[in-house]
C-alpha cells in the first residue's frame, strides 16, 4: 500500500480561520454591547435638558429603520430563526427608537 502524503496546510487554513471567526464574533459582541450602552448618554442628556436642538429626528428615523431592515434581514436569510446578530440589531432600533420617542417627547 502505498502512503500518500495529506498537505497540512487546509487543515492549518481551517483552524486559522475558524480562530478568525471566533475573533470576530467576539468583536462583534464587545462592539454591539458598547454600542448599546453608547445611546444611554444621549436619551440622558436630551430627558433632562429637554433640548433636543442639535439632534435629528430624521436620522434617529433613518438609524431606527436600518437596525430594524437589518434585524429582518438577518431573521430570514438565518431561515427564520433567532440568533445573537438578529438580537443586537433589533437591540439597536429599539434603542434608535427610544431616542426618537425622547426627541419627539421634548418637542411637544
Known amino acids: 500500500m502505498a502512503h500518500v502524503a495529506v498537505d497540512p496546510l487546509p ?9 478568525y471567526l471566533r475573533i470576530l464574533a467576539s468583536v462583534f459582541a464587545l462592539f454591539s454591547a458598547a454600542r448599546l450602552v453608547a445611546y ?3 436619551i440622558w442628556a436630551v430627558a433632562i435638558s429637554g433640548d433636543s436642538s ?3 429626528l430624521w436620522t434617529w428615523l ?11 434581514w438577518l431573521w430570514e436569510q438565518n431561515g427564520r430563526c433567532g ?13 434608535c427608537l427610544v431616542i ?9
Not at 436600518?66 to 434585524?71: H, L, Q, R, Y
Not at 440589531?89 to 434603542?95: D, G, K, T, V
Not at 426618537?100 to 411637544?108: A, D, K, S
Open 11 to 19: 487543515s492549518m487554513a481551517l483552524d486559522a480561520r475558524a480562530a
Open 40 to 42: 444611554l448618554p444621549t
Open 54 to 56: 442639535q439632534h435629528s
Open 62 to 72: 433613518t438609524f431606527v429603520g436600518g437596525n430594524a431592515s437589518m434585524a429582518l
Open 83 to 95: 440568533n445573537r446578530a438578529i438580537v443586537i440589531s433589533a437591540s439597536n432600533a429599539l434603542m
Open 100 to 108: 426618537v420617542g425622547v426627541i419627539v417627547w421634548t418637542r411637544l
